[in-house]
């Protein structure tokens, strides 16, 4: 299987957003419920999103009302909307399905909020 690819990181001030995308090989994508975890510097990973194969959404409580996920399954590829972000929300966020199969991580993508 090949290693999903998230892209869409980047830097920005408190209060701003960011659009990450994870695209997917189709035979992992199309029959899993999948996530985005993310993994800030001393800390485990964590699930802070997810979404099911019949779109039911999940979120963390610390970016409920932040964070939109979505998936468009013409294109494997699944998204995370992310607004009124906060220094908090700084870790290398990656996707993944739901429970993570330990062999499908991949490179993550760097999001760096500044106060």
């Known amino acids: 299987q090949v290693q999903p690819v998230e892209s869409g990181g980047g830097s920005v001030q408190a209060g701003g957003s960011l659009r990450l995308s994870c695209a997917a090989s189709?035979?992992?994508?199309?029959?899993?419920?999948m996530g985005w975890y993310r993994q800030a510097p001393g800390k485990q990973r964590e699930l802070v999103a997810s979404?099911?194969?019949?779109?039911?959404?999940n979120y963390a409580d610390s970016v409920k009302g932040r964070f939109t996920i979505s998936r468009d399954n013409a294109k494997n590829t699944l998204y995370l909307q992310m607004d009124s972000l906060k220094p908090e929300d700084t870790a290398v966020y990656y996707c993944n399905t739901v429970p993570p199969l330990y062999n499908f991580w991949g490179q993550g993508t760097q999001v760096t909020v500044s106060s």
């Open positions: 189709r035979n992992i994508y199309s029959i899993n419920n």
């Open positions: 979404i099911t194969v019949r779109d039911i959404r």
